[in-house]
């Protein structure tokens, strides 16, 4: 089955700067890539996500990048503020018999220093 | 649109029983999952629907059992619980299965003592 990877597991950045978090994917045929964000206590929210016919995506503040040869995508949040304190899912998927299937990965807690 | 629900949000159970775990959606969604989040280990998906009357199994189905009888509503049984079973379990729906998990609920949190 898919094995997504995800890195680093926890992230500080100041207020402003720029964040990256990275995941691995196993399966070639994943097809598509999405990213969750999840608060204290909350449930995921889809906050953007990329098919494997796209390289890039962006919108506003965040982007995610696809590399399928490597087979990695990234998500980048530019001048990060206190409100994207959170953890952040990826996860790939693919069609299996028909159907897709989504694999996350474990996971970045990312905390924003004001 | 209250989107999607999920009831209830805690349960304490012991082992042996069962209950189920009730999830509706009022987006005429297609494709409904069930997934149980661990510390550690992100989201499992459990069991799937991509239409009323249609269900398939995820990563971890076993000791759970779903149905569809209807578009809106997409209930999650614990046969006899176990205390592997404590988590937290969401549910989530998306118009069809380009976009998999669209949206969650609120999600319950279940103990199995």
């Known amino acids: 089955g898919e094995n997504v990877e995800q890195h680093p597991s926890t992230l500080s950045v100041q207020e402003g700067d720029s964040a990256v978090i990275k995941c691995t994917y196993s399966?070639?045929?994943?097809?598509?890539f999405p990213w969750y964000k999840q608060e204290l206590g909350k449930r995921p929210q889809l906050i953007i996500d990329i098919r494997s016919n796209v390289g890039e995506k962006k919108d506003q503040r965040i982007a995610v990048t696809l590399n399928k040869t490597a087979k990695h995508f990234s998500l980048h949040i530019t001048e990060t503020q206190p409100e994207d304190s959170a953890v952040y899912f990826c996860?790939?998927?693919?069609?299996?018999?028909?159907?897709?299937?989504?694999?996350f990965g474990t996971g970045t807690r990312l905390t924003i220093i004001p | 649109n209250a989107g999607v629900t999920q009831t209830p949000k805690f349960q304490v159970l012991k082992t042996g029983q069962s209950m189920t775990l009730q999830c509706a959606q009022d987006m005429n969604h297609e494709y409904m999952s069930w997934y149980r989040q661990d510390p550690g280990m992100g989201l499992r998906l459990i069991h799937y629907?991509?239409?009323?009357?249609?269900?398939d199994q995820g990563e971890v189905p076993n000791g759970y059992n779903v149905s569809r009888s209807t578009t809106e509503d997409f209930p999650l049984r614990l046969l006899s619980a176990a205390p592997s079973q404590t988590s937290v379990y969401f549910c989530?729906?998306?118009?069809?299965?380009?976009?998999?998990?669209?949206?969650f609920g609120p999600g319950t949190r279940l103990t199995v003592l």
């Open positions: 399966d070639s045929a994943s097809n598509y």
């Open positions: 989530a729906s998306s118009l069809d299965g380009r976009r998999v998990a669209q949206f």
């Open positions: 629907s991509v239409g009323a009357g249609i269900t």
């Open positions: 996860a790939a998927s693919k069609k299996d018999f028909g159907n897709e299937k989504l694999t």
